[in-house]
């Protein structure tokens, strides 16, 4: 099975920085795609960035040019670079992982789940 261990999240101030890992175990690293999904209080889970097993990368337009997803192939870690951070962006930050050459936004799509990290914008 997959292991998955999200980390980095905080409280930041409106505009700052931060970078959540997801460190994976038991995966067949270079053949999974990689998700970051996030979920707001009274909101449901919502697809945020993607890396596929080419290192191709997706954002949902509400992330996008903010927010950078990449992994480290010799620490099997996945990253999101989180900046210019709003209050929107608060959420509980979720990393999936599924077993494909191309990358899924439905969180149906997504057999492997990391507890959570807190991300509070304030």
């Known amino acids: 099975h997959v292991q998955l261990v999200e980390s980095g999240g905080g409280s930041v101030g409106v505009g700052g920085s931060l970078t959540l890992s997801c460190k994976t175990s038991?995966?067949?690293?270079?053949?999974?795609?990689m998700a970051w999904f996030r979920q707001s209080e009274g909101a449901q889970r919502e697809w945020v960035s993607g890396?596929?097993?080419?290192?191709?990368?997706t954002y949902a337009d509400s992330v996008k040019d903010r927010f950078t997803i990449s992994k480290d192939a010799s620490k099997n870690t996945v990253y999101l670079k989180m900046d210019d951070l709003k209050p929107d962006d608060t959420a509980i930050y979720y990393c999936?992982?599924?077993?494909?050459?191309?990358?899924?936004?439905?969180?149906?799509?997504?057999?492997?789940w990391g507890q959570g990290t807190q991300v509070t914008v304030s």
């Open positions: 999936a992982a599924r077993y494909s050459e191309y990358c899924y936004r439905r969180i149906i799509d997504f057999g492997e």
């Open positions: 038991g995966v067949w690293y270079s053949s999974y795609c």
């Open positions: 890396i596929d097993p080419s290192s191709c990368t």
